[in-house]
């Protein structure tokens, strides 16, 4: 497996790549930003620029030309991405039978209901039940959105819904990883990024809803391949990622954000083709939403009828100031509400502290993405699964993985990721914490 921290010497840095006397480091901010004019560099000519502050013990980047991926580089990094991913399952199947082993044990009464469902708790459980028998007004699964429900019907003609549904997951997680790291190639350069980038996604503690069969892991993968698109000027492959998260989460339609500001570059310069492409992966995630409403509005007579479900308070629980639910998420700390009110006001806080350097490190397109998403997170009423929600916004982990260069600061967030993994699989499982 590569090394998940790159130590290049000092006078390395200094003398230019492959210490070769003479050849300076090109000047390249790492926010790649599209030249002005709407003319970028290609692929095989684009570096990334040594930090100009350099201490020691630190990490630094090296100065890499990136290229157009061949076959041999995207098994690379399917091997590379095989770990965590299989490490995550590995974790949560062990949290939930240690958990079943002491819920027996105890024999406490009565029994968690998402322990009995295992990796079909909470939202995987409806994911299911829409695979297996349809929507139906009056039970409120109008709210999920169709796109793994049918995907879980289409494989399983073949396993079953049940084992159908965990599949489809299971493997858009791992193709996930893949595809994050590949963006982390084409932003940074820097390869043990890459390499931190796919682990952070596959043992951040939300990474749990990965393993279920929840539908993040679908949207994940598209919403990242629909930005790497972006980024690669891909507009019709972009369009169609596009579309497909809209039909995967509500937050699909978010992408519409990133894919303007992308799409704005090099507008002027652009033909009228090159325009209809790039307006096409603009609207694209918010038609991929409007199908699925349009459809409910003709079965049902409301095609709003999967938003109001949302406002609903065992859902979002209506629209509120962010304020006002963070004010009450930090008095749930020291008060005897729910243990995942309190908690809710500390993740709210590490992800406002993580936009802010995702704004000073990643392109403009990125932080729109992810602060309309935090925006959306945080009006709600009910912050019950904001961390899967915000975790679902993919710059995040992004960012992480880039600030996360020194060695002792990467190895003590992977070791919390993983303790925090075990502890939030722990807490769904039993019902005290809502995924």
Known sequence: MRKLFHFVPHDALLSGPAGIPGRAVPSRPLRNEEPAGGERAGPATRHVEAPARRHAGSVSLRQIAVGEPGTATWLRDVRVALVPWMLARLVVGATLALARFSATSVGARPRPVPLGQGLFAWDAAWYRAIAEHGYHRADGSLRFFPLVPLLTRAVGWVTGDAAALLLVVNVAALVLA??????????????????????????????????????????????????????????????????????????????????????????????????????????????????????????????????????????????????????????????????????????????????????????????????????????????????????????????????????????????????????????????????
């Open 178 to 435: 893949v595809l994050l790291g590949r963006l982390t190639r084409l932003e940074t350069g820097d390869e043990a990024a890459v390499d931190r980038a796919m682990w952070l996604v596959a043992l951040a503690p939300p990474a749990a809803v990965l393993v279920l069969g929840y539908a993040e892991a679908v949207f994940m993968a598209l919403s990242v391949g629909a930005y790497l698109c972006l980024r690669r000027r891909r507009w019709w492959g972009a369009a169609a990622a596009g579309y497909l998260a809209g039909l995967t989460r509500p937050f699909g339609a978010v992408l519409g954000a990133a894919a303007a500001i992308e799409a704005a570059r090099g507008w002027k310069a652009a033909g009228a083709r090159d325009r209809i492409a790039r307006l096409a992966s603009v609207v694209a995630p918010v038609a991929g939403t409007g199908t699925y409403l349009a459809w409910v509005g003709v079965r049902y007579g409301d095609w709003l009828e999967p938003l109001h479900l949302q406002q609903r308070r065992i859902a979002r629980g209506g629209v509120q100031d962010p304020v006002a639910s963070l004010s009450h998420s930090a008095s749930a700390l020291v008060g005897t509400h729910h243990v995942g009110t309190g908690l809710h006001f500390v993740s709210a806080v590490l992800f406002l502290a993580l936009l802010v350097l995702v704004a000073r490190r990643l392109p403009a397109s990125a932080t729109a993405f992810a602060a309309a998403g935090v925006a959306l997170v945080l009006s709600a009423h009910n912050l019950d699964s904001m961390e899967r929600y915000c975790f679902s916004l993919f710059p995040f982990v992004l960012v992480t993985a880039i600030v996360t260069r020194r060695e002792l600061v990467a190895r003590t967030v992977f070791v919390a990721c993983g303790a925090g993994l075990v502890a939030y699989s722990l807490l769904l499982f039993f019902g005290a914490y809502v995924p």
